[in-house]
Nanobody, 123 residues
Framework: QVQLVESGGGLVQPGGSLRLSCAASGSILSINAMGWYRQAPVQQRELVAAITSGGSTNYADSVKGRFTISRDNAKNTLDLQMLSLKPEDTAVYYC?????????????????WGQGPQVTVSS
């Protein structure tokens, strides 16, 4: 019913920048919150940044001032601009959609995840 397709990611040197994008497709009426999570090897998945349909944002302390999350509600797209990247930002980054309402009025109780592009920050 709903698919999240991400693009971006890759290898970048410390101090560099990358942009991740996520497009939600399917019979979607609205999405309450969208966010980016990341998971490094042998670590738990953690929230990087999230944004509500109203534009309220939330960032992990480790990325504040460096990452910017944005979304287009009409297109159901989500972006993450990452600046001043550090080696500790290396992880698989996942797009998330929570609070989805489908066009048929159904509100799935689960959220949706993208496939997770790899971001590697290394010299």
């Amino acid at each position: 019913q709903v698919q999240l397709v991400e693009s971006g990611g890759g290898l970048v040197q410390p101090g560099g920048s990358l942009r991740l994008s996520c497009a939600a497709s399917g019979s979607i009426l609205s999405i309450n919150a969208m966010g980016w999570y990341r998971q490094a090897p042998v670590q738990q998945r953690e929230l990087v940044a999230a944004i509500t349909s109203g534009g309220s944002t939330n960032y992990a302390d480790s990325v504040k001032g460096r990452f910017t999350i944005s979304r287009d509600n009409a297109k159901n797209t989500l972006d993450l601009q990452m600046l001043s990247l550090k080696p500790e930002d290396t992880a698989v980054y996942y797009c998330n959609a929570d609070g989805v309402i489908l066009r048929n009025g159904v509100r799935p109780k689960y959220d949706y995840w993208g496939q997770g592009p790899q971001v590697t920050v290394s010299s």
